[in-house]
Nanobody
Framework: QVQLVESGGGLVQPGGSLRLSCAVSGLTFSSYAMGWYRQGPGKQREFVAG????????NYADSVKGRFTVSRENAQNSVYLQMNSLKPEDTAVYYC??????????????????WGQGTQVTVSS
């Protein structure tokens, strides 16, 4: 089974930075595109960022473009999300998730059966 362990969340002030990590097991990590999603209070889960298996392409939600950077290290079975210039509206639980196909990556469609615990990010003064 796929295991996804997100970490790195915490409390930061507006304008601050945070780096999230996601450790993946249960699949051949280097073969899968990966995505980041978030769910804020009273909101639906939404797409944040994605990256192909070889890091040759990335994908970002308009709300985070220019502020967040997704990357991965296949030898470590890990994907990362560098979050800069954080805003209160970035407050959410952040999740990573594998894409089953390139089409799913392009369509921003996650694997609904592979959600982990997530990591809480709170942006507040």
């Amino acid at each position: 089974q796929v295991q996804l362990v997100e970490s790195g969340g915490g409390l930061v002030q507006p304008g601050g930075s945070l780096r999230l990590s996601c450790a993946v097991s249960g699949l051949t990590f280097s073969s899968y595109a990966m995505g980041w999603y978030r769910q804020g209070p009273g909101k639906q889960r939404e797409f944040v960022a994605g990256i192909t298996s070889g890091s040759d392409h990335t994908n970002y939600a308009d709300s985070v473009k220019g502020r967040f950077t997704v990357s991965r290290e296949n030898a470590q079975n890990s994907v990362y999300l560098q979050m800069n210039s954080l805003k209160p509206e970035d407050t959410a639980v952040y999740y990573c998730n594998p894409y089953r196909s390139l089409k799913d990556y392009l369509d921003r469609r996650p694997d609904s059966g592979s959600w982990g615990q997530g990591t809480q990010v709170t942006v507040s003064s």
